[in-house]
């Protein structure tokens, strides 16, 4: 939804804010319970306008997310069903691990944007292993 990306990719949290209220205005009616959610939770969502463009954007961009998921279902979705709980999550390592070895290309401005969590979160990243991707 267009309206609500301008709310998460509004350059500070007073912007943020005003495109909510237009976001209530224009679908307030017919999706009450989403508005309803990103007003009840503001208190913790406004957080996240402290942290740079960079960050932010890491932060909201689940296409990574969605495509692991894709991949994890490719290796479920065959399956008619699985003869332990035990076996499920065998396969979904055996499937994780798969992913992994093909997640070579470096995300875009990632120098940049793990010093900038590294000022925010100071002491709780390891830096060696992050910058060697």
Known sequence: MKDL???YQ??????AEYHLLKLEEKWGEKYPMVIKSWQSN????????????EIRRFIYTTNAIEGFHR???KFTKTKGAFTSESALFKLVY???????EKWTAPLQNW???ISQLHIY?????QLGSLFNR
């Open 121 to 125: 979160f100071e002491g709780r990243l």
């Open 94 to 100: 055996c499937a994780c691990q798969k992913i992994a």
């Open 71 to 73: 991949q994890v279902r």
């Open 10 to 15: 509004a350059s500070n949290k007073d912007n």
């Open 111 to 113: 120098a940049l944007t």
């Open 42 to 53: 503001w208190e913790y969502l406004n957080h996240f306008f402290q942290y740079s463009g």
């Open 5 to 7: 990306k301008e709310v």
